[in-house]
């Protein structure tokens, strides 16, 4: 791989970027994740990352894996071969979905085992804006955002309006991309409709891959409230190609280590919500079900297995804003609770057939019942502090029913977040930021099944303050910000422990950065942006199989992640945009020893979209990875089957063609 190209983007994106952008928009732009009620992005002292339906449109993104790794600057890392990719916030490797909180429309769809969250269950078109918000989010919703919190917002139906868009797409490895969108919406009741096909060949042998999605939504609106439901159904199929090893990708890197491993996902959901304002206070509320049965079948030639998961999530989330103003000093004390209910249940059998008398079942519960409050203030012009506080209990409970006799263990524990940020605007254009606070995290069922001591593991606990300097001005904003973690009994696999590794509470750990960034107008046709990202992931203590690992680098943690990315207008109606995306070092997975001679090699990628708009006609034509750049995001050693490593390796250059029609 070219070493000189990725340096000299990562040392330009360094001199580019001596700030970061808060939020990547209009100073207008209103974000909900910070207080779960619509705040102006200026109007809360924590900085929220904003990604908007135009500049999806404008990526050269085609998936929404794509977009969160181009616009959003985090890690987006391919370590199964599935779309669902796994995400990873400031740095946690191996754990990065498990510490990053995913939601739609402020409702948890992060998984109650180990599996990725099913973004690709999200039809583009039905996207409004995606909020994020790094190392936050713990006391507006709880467990698992130690990282930082995701909340895709999706499209709602605009009053008065009767509209729709039809997209269609071809590109490399056959793959189709087919949406479409209506929208029609009276003075009070609206209707939204979503729906799209994915499918694909993809890159590797044995790792074909189609998906279909569905969302309607109805609305009504009051005079100062509304209420809706949205509705919404997925189904997926997925041919899983497995890991290579360094040999066999040498010899052919498109070939398939498991040529009759497959896996299907389906899944669906309801959400009722409703607001009103009364005077001074804002009310709302979530009741959200969903529901996802997942089979796979893994053809070992020892042991072939069949498994089947079934998840059922009941969520109830009501709450309320008060404004409450005195003098110069303007605020909102906002307040909620959360119920959550999960049902588990695993099956294992060596086919299908075979289910009808598993050869095991696992079954997992976790309930939760949880309450919070945050104040939200101004003081005159400068000053923005936000400070609040939650207190969860939480039930947890895993039953092996096959083979028998039943065991059940059960865990009750009392957990509490907190978070205070401050915001001082030095000049109109200037301002400093500051942040602490506290999370948690819950064990998976997966990692409870598999645990050193046979026991449930403890609930896992951060410590972690940011600080950052924010410009504004009216083409420029940035933003340049460093965080600290400090974790107790961080849930991790810990492989040097004899004979296979076990999941543990580790000693104390750390988790420390810099983030940079900048978006820069300086013409109204030219959009240039950029960001950078220093991490740094440590043991700091620990003895396993012998081996002292404190002072070791925790795997899978890339120290450096960059990006640019130009959007250019260069003739009325003609778009071209282009991304850059550098991924630094790092080690492989299983490597917490830190003596594998060789680290996983950086890599960069370049992709190019050009736009051309005819009256309601879009045309656009993209190449990814327009360098043909060999790699691999995901890579394993110290395993039966690795005498070297082992990988999944990326497509090279690819081409995709697609018009878009929009209606009114």
Request: contains cysteine.
């Amino acid at each position: 791989m070219t070493k000189s190209l990725p340096r000299a983007a990562a040392a330009l994106a360094f001199l580019l970027c001596p700030m970061v952008a808060a939020a990547q928009g209009n100073d207008d732009a209103v974000v909900v994740t910070a207080t779960r009620f619509p705040e102006r992005v200026l109007g809360v002292p924590v900085g929220v990352r904003l990604i908007t339906a135009d500049d999806i449109a404008r990526s050269a993104a085609r998936t929404l894996p794509e977009i969160l790794g181009q616009l959003g600057g985090l890690y987006v890392r391919n370590a199964s071969g599935s779309p669902n990719q796994q995400l990873d916030l400031r740095g946690f490797g191996a754990t990065g979905d498990q510490n990053t909180l995913v939601l739609v429309d402020g409702v948890r769809i992060s998984e109650l085992d180990l599996a990725a969250p099913n973004l690709m269950a999200i039809p583009l078109n039905a996207i409004e804006r995606i909020e994020i918000l790094p190392g936050g989010g713990a006391v507006q919703y709880g467990g698992g955002t130690t990282g930082g919190t995701i909340n895709i917002i999706t499209r709602t139906p605009q009053p008065n309006t009767v509209g729709g868009a039809v997209f269609g797409g071809y590109g490399t490895f056959a793959t189709s991309d087919v949406r479409a969108s209506l929208n029609a919406a009276g003075e009070r009741l609206g209707f939204g409709l979503f729906g799209s096909w994915y499918d694909t060949d993809n890159y590797r042998e044995n790792n074909q891959y189609w998906q279909t999605n569905v969302i309607g939504d109805l609305r009504y609106n009051f005079d100062r409230g509304s209420v809706s439901a949205k509705v919404g159904t997925n189904n997926q199929h997925l041919r899983l190609p497995g890991a290579l090893t360094e040999a066999q990708i040498q010899a052919d890197p498109r070939q398939a280590a498991t040529p009759n491993d497959w896996s299907t996902r389906k899944g669906s959901f309801v959400t009722l919500n409703g607001n009103q304002a009364f005077g001074d206070v804002d009310l709302a509320a979530d009741l959200a079900y969903r529901e996802s049965t997942s089979d796979a079948f893994f053809d070992n030639p020892f042991f072939p297995t069949y498994v089947q998961a079934q998840t059922d999530t009941l969520q109830f989330s009501p709450r309320l804003r008060w404004q409450v103003d005195a003098g110069s000093m303007r605020s909102h004390i906002i307040g909620g609770f959360d119920w959550f209910d999960a049902q588990f249940t695993r099956q294992f059998a060596p086919s299908e057939a075979g289910l009808a008398m598993p050869t095991g079942q696992t079954e997992a519960t976790q309930q939760s019942a949880a309450g919070y409050l945050q104040w939200l203030a101004h003081f005159g012009e400068r000053w923005m502090l936000n400070v609040g506080g939650r207190v969860a209990t939480v039930n947890s409970e895993l039953s092996t029913v096959i083979p028998g006799p039943t065991t059940t263990q059960s865990q009750d524990r009392t957990l509490t977040a907190f978070d205070l940020a401050l915001r001082y605007g030095i000049t109109r254009e200037l301002a400093v930021a500051g942040r602490i606070g506290t999370s948690y995290r819950i064990p998976t069922v997966d990692e409870n099944g598999f645990t050193l001591t046979g026991d449930l593991l403890e609930p896992q606990t951060a410590r972690q303050g940011d600080v950052a300097l924010e410009l504004r001005t009216g083409t420029l904003t940035a933003r340049a910000g460093y965080y600290l973690i400090k974790l107790k009994n961080e849930i991790y696999f810990m492989p040097l422990i004899p004979p296979f590794g076990f999941n543990v509470n580790l000693p104390p750990t750390e988790r420390k950065g810099w983030e940079f960034a900048v978006r820069w107008l300086p013409t109204p046709a030219l959009e240039l942006a950029g960001s950078l990202n220093l991490q740094q992931a440590k043991f700091l203590e620990g003895t396993f199989g012998g081996v002292n690992v404190a002072g070791n680098t925790i795997p899978l943690v890339p120290d450096v992640l960059a990006t640019l990315r130009a959007s250019w207008e260069f003739l009325p109606r003609a778009r071209l945009s282009a991304s850059y995306v550098y991924v630094g070092k790092q080690r492989y997975d299983n490597d917490q020893a830190n003596t594998y001679p060789q680290e996983m090699p950086t890599y960069g990628l370049v992709d190019l979209k050009l736009t051309y708009d005819v009256g309601n006609l879009s045309l656009a034509a993209s190449v990814a990875n327009l360098f043909d750049e060999a790699y691999y995001s995901y890579g394993i050693v110290n395993t039966f089957n690795c005498t070297t490593f082992c990988a999944y390796p990326q497509p090279g250059r690819t081409f995709f063609v697609s018009a878009e029609y929009k209606f009114r």
